[in-house]
């Protein structure tokens, strides 16, 4: 009989046993349900049974893996839930688009979205939570997996695979209902216990809870702005013939993706242009507030707007909030004790009211740089007044925080939230995350300019998200403008940047597990050059080769 370690606690099981049937026995020590497993290093789904001695660790739905785990099973789900009120047999209509706070809108094709319909669906959904209804994971070959989305008419899997190296693939099964999913599955449907489907715009919104409190349901709060930002991306890729990696990969292999790139980038300065234009026919702004968390893209988005303000008379100072910390000695501490950067305390705010209140008035300031060497805030001789066609851009991650610019007119401001909204699916029932996204870029950046490695920009991601979640989610729908600096080409440029920082993390350290998953995401990407982009490219902040200081 295998023995397994659990907290150095062994314990002998039939071989055989389901790693379900073992975390039964642990679950009490648990707050929250466990998700899959680790054994001897591996992550394991709970329904793969035991089959030699080794360390058992579990994965819960408040940790990341278990977590990602719990939604990718409710949205299979609704997927089956759809397409046996729908009716449907043969290609699913749904489209899963992106996420929005707690929730994860869907749309569908040719299938009218009424109360009516979502309420069947919701009904269903609860049905087949009930019915305990086992997830199935089966080997296939590639070619018969290739075959088997072909007769459901899921085309844009079989795009995908196209380029797949493996020759083999992983599909799971619901019932009557086959799916290809990039990541791991509960073992039954009665682990999705709390979910709430509701009619959104032309589609729907499936909510379900926070990694941070798994066992409760929160709605949301209405984020318009946002919504209306990432519709405008996805009509873009849509408009461009690209909605999932699958027609990226064939774009490319074609050789038109230099025609494309232009274009992705035409549409950005597009809606640039389009900001610098409402910013001008606001005649009292003086101050530019541009925020939005890690790795947005916000310097290169502040110097090309900085460039179409130019073209209309206006004259931009670019101000950094980072000018503004406060001493190093000064900086509020985490519980670790470490340095706490991201709070709203860390910034001298007084300060920086003085001296743009006095800027407003037209008088002469003298404007701080912040040391971060010595840590320490320096006045170096750099004196700013402002004239009639002056205006500052001035970007932080407190930009849009009442609170950083209370002293300040609110005619007087003018606020825009930048993020890299990655509206780009793998196919049309595998999202990618945004925060994936960034955190490629964020990797790429810190290794190029800081001489970081992969596994430091991994251990650090979870404490910059939390820093993010207080300091900036919670203001972007306050802002006048929402800009995407996602570009839909960039995975497959980042992606020859990423993978030797991910490859160097050994599966001894705790980020190897991120940095496996990173990997095989990066492998649906088939690879593209730099030199494709042009100079002034917001990519090019993260890659390298920009036309400006960044």
Known sequence: MPIITVNGIQKEYDKGTTFEEIAKDFQ???????????????????????????????????????????????????????NDVAGTKKKSPTKVEFALGNGIYCTLRGIPVTDEFVKKVSDRMKEIAAEALPVVKKVYPLDDAIELFKKQ????????????????????????????YYGYMLPNTSYVELFQLDKYHDGMMLTLPTKAAPEK??????????????SLSTDWGAMMGIENVGDLNNMICEGRINEMILVNEA????????????????????????????????????????????????????ISLDNYFVNREDTPLNEDGSYNFECLEALDVERFNQDMTRLLKGERVEMPEFNFVTGKREMNGDFLQ???????????????????????????????????????????????ATTDGRLLRRMVRDARTRGASAKKTISMWASVRAGEEANIFPFQEEADEMFNS?????????????????????????????????????????????SFLPRNSICREFVGGSCFKV
């Open 28 to 82: 009490k020590d648990y707050d929250h349900r466990i998700a899959c497993v680790i054994f001897n290093g591996k992550i394991r789904e709970l329904m793969k049974t035991l089959k030699k001695d080794g360390d058992l660790t579990f994965v819960t739905f408040a940790d990341t893996i278990g977590f990602k785990t719990m939604r990718r099973t409710a949205v299979m789900m609704l997927l089956k839930a759809i």
């Open 153 to 180: 008419g899921m085309d844009d899997k079989v795009s995908l695979l196209k380029y797949r190296r493996s020759s083999e693939i992983n599909i799971y099964r619901l019932g009557d209902f086959y799916d290809y």
């Open 217 to 230: 349901l929160v709605l949301s709060e209405p984020r318009e702005k946002l919504f209306n930002t990432m």
């Open 267 to 318: 549409l950005q300065e597009s809606r640039i242009a389009d900001i610098a234009r409402k910013i001008f026919q606001r005649v009292d702004v003086k101050f530019v507030m541009i925020a939005g968390p890690s790795s947005s893209g916000k310097t290169s988005f502040a110097n090309r707007l900085s460039i179409q303000l130019r073209t209309y008379g206006l004259t931009p100072h670019p």
């Open 386 to 432: 402002l004239g009639k066609n002056d205006v500052l851009v001035i970007e932080g991650i407190h930009g849009l925080n009442e609170k950083m610019s209370y002293a300040l007119p609110a005619e007087s401001k003018f606020k825009i939230y930048i993020s890299a909204l990655t509206t780009l699916n793998i196919d049309n029932h595998n999202r990618i």
């Open 486 to 530: 996602a570009q839909i080409y960039e995975l497959a440029i980042i992606k020859q940047y990423a993978e030797p920082l991910l490859f160097n993390i050994g599966k001894d350290e705790p980020e190897y597990y991120e940095a496996k998953r990173l990997l095989k995401f990066l492998d649906y990407f088939v690879s593209v050059d730099s």
